[in-house]
């Protein structure tokens, strides 16, 4: 099966997903939709967020509303833009309120996310923010932000874990720091840009 099946498929299994009562009766209540993720089925870099929000679950794609804006100048200014890029979330229904995710979301969702991961077998991962960088680091719930931060090797995979665009939009002065975790990942690709081995 092509990757882009193996996405589509996956994709409607996620639409029918009724695991997470609350989740559901939520989605199906207000109309939204289920965020599946989107992007280039053979991405190199695939970013991970959290949950949708109002405006993600109104139109089925991740990262669209305000952190999504900042989520786009982010990729613009490595080089890339988010149609190279593979991008998804946690979650990929919204939470009631925009809470975090509960544990028990986080478990019944994962299978998704571990096959999206699985058929796009991207080179890179950016986990923005503290349950992305959890889920991937297989850490427990409570671990802080700041002992997961910048470059770590998952299965022969380089993995970056830096701060969610809805905390920079909070906290500004952060970007920075977002910029040095992800220097990593500019670096080769400039050089990939240059030309230089
Ligand atoms: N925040 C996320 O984590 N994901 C989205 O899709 C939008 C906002």
């Known amino acids: ?5 193996a996405l589509q498929h996956l994709e409607s299994k996620i639409a029918a997903c009724t695991k997470c009562h609350e989740l559901t009766q939520y ?11 989107a992007g280039n089925p053979n ?29 786009t ?15 998804a979330n946690i ?8 809470r975090d995710p509960l544990p028990e979301e986080s478990k019944n969702c994962q299978p ?12 890179w991962i950016v986990c923005l923010g503290r349950y992305a960088a959890r889920f991937m680091l297989e850490k427990d719930p409570e671990t802080p932000m700041r002992s997961m931060r910048g470059l770590h090797e998952k299965d022969g995979r380089k993995i970056i874990c830096t701060y969610h665009p809805s905390y920079l939009l909070h906290n500004p002065s952060q970007k920075a720091e977002v910029v040095k975790d992800l220097e990593p990942l500019i670096s080769v690709l400039r050089t990939e840009r240059n030309g230089v081995q």
């Open 1 to 5: 099966m092509l990757q882009s099946e």
């Open 27 to 37: 989605r199906e209540g207000c109309g939204y939709k289920t965020v599946p993720g």
């Open 43 to 71: 991405a190199r870099i695939f970013f991970i967020g959290e949950a949708p929000g109002k405006n993600e679950a109104e139109q089925g794609f991740p990262f669209v509303g305000r952190a999504g804006n900042l989520l």
């Open 73 to 87: 100048n982010i990729i613009q200014a490595i080089g890339l833009t988010r149609e190279e890029v593979f991008i």
């Open 91 to 98: 979650l990929k229904c919204r939470p009631p309120e925009n």
């Open 112 to 123: 998704y996310l571990a096959l999206q991961i699985k058929v796009i077998n991207p080179e």
